[in-house]
């Protein structure tokens, strides 16, 4: 009967050791799949930040939109401001900040500003003054819209 017990708490203590072994790869398994979803949206929000050394590369972004849409565009200012940011993972991020022109006509300008805001990076538009310039009389339509902007971008 002893020796029966004896096997009967060895099956116990395997069945405790599989139990304890298996609930480890599950909880390893599970930590790996968090481990990719954290990293897959590390990703998507590095992407909606500008690169630092690509700056230029979104400055010829706007500058291709622009002449896309037929807008003559003006950069007037880039600044790059170091901890400009805090985000709410307590880190200091560095905006960019930039202030352009653009001008050309109704349908031009607003092709622009629909083009621009699909531009998949985080920006926030600070400000913006869309007016008319030029005549609009019968005879001679030189009617030109300038949209004067200031954006923020933010920055790894």
Same mark, same amino acid.
Request: hydrophobic share 40%; proline share 1%; glycine share 6%.
């Given at each position: 009967?002893?020796?029966?017990?004896?096997?009967?708490?060895?099956?116990?203590?395997?069945?405790?050791?599989?139990?304890?072994?298996?609930?480890?790869?599950?909880?390893?398994?599970?930590?790996?799949?968090?481990?990719?979803?954290?990293?897959?949206?590390?990703?998507?929000?590095?992407?909606?930040?500008?690169?630092?050394?690509?700056?230029?590369?979104?400055?010829?972004?706007?500058?291709?939109?622009?002449?896309?849409?037929?807008?003559?565009?003006?950069?007037?200012?880039?600044?790059?401001?170091?901890?400009?940011?805090?985000?709410?993972?307590?880190?200091?991020? #560095?905006?960019?900040?930039?202030?352009?022109?653009?001008?050309?006509?109704?349908?031009?300008?607003?092709?622009?500003?629909?083009?621009?805001?699909?531009?998949?990076? #985080?920006?926030?538009?600070?400000?913006? #003054?869309?007016?008319?310039?030029?005549?609009?009389?019968?005879?001679?339509?030189?009617?030109?819209?300038?949209?004067?902007?200031?954006?923020?971008?933010?920055?790894?």
């Amino acid at each position: 009967n002893m020796h029966i017990w004896e096997a009967a708490r060895a099956v116990q203590i395997k069945r405790a050791s599989l139990v304890t072994e298996n609930a480890s790869v599950t909880f390893l398994r599970d930590t790996e799949k968090q481990v990719e979803d954290i990293k897959r949206v590390a990703a998507a929000f590095d992407s909606y930040l500008i690169d630092k050394e690509k700056i230029v590369d979104f400055i010829k972004t706007c500058e291709m939109i622009a002449k896309n849409a037929g807008v003559q565009i003006t950069i007037e200012s880039v600044d790059l401001k170091e901890g400009g940011f805090s985000g709410s993972d307590g880190l200091l991020y #560095r905006s960019l900040n930039m202030s352009l022109q653009v001008s050309g006509t109704w349908d031009q300008v607003n092709l622009f500003l629909q083009k621009f805001e699909k531009i998949p990076h #985080r920006i926030g538009v600070n400000f913006m #003054r869309l007016y008319q310039i030029g005549s609009n009389d019968d005879e001679n339509t030189t009617v030109s819209w300038i949209a004067d902007m200031s954006i923020t971008g933010i920055t790894n």
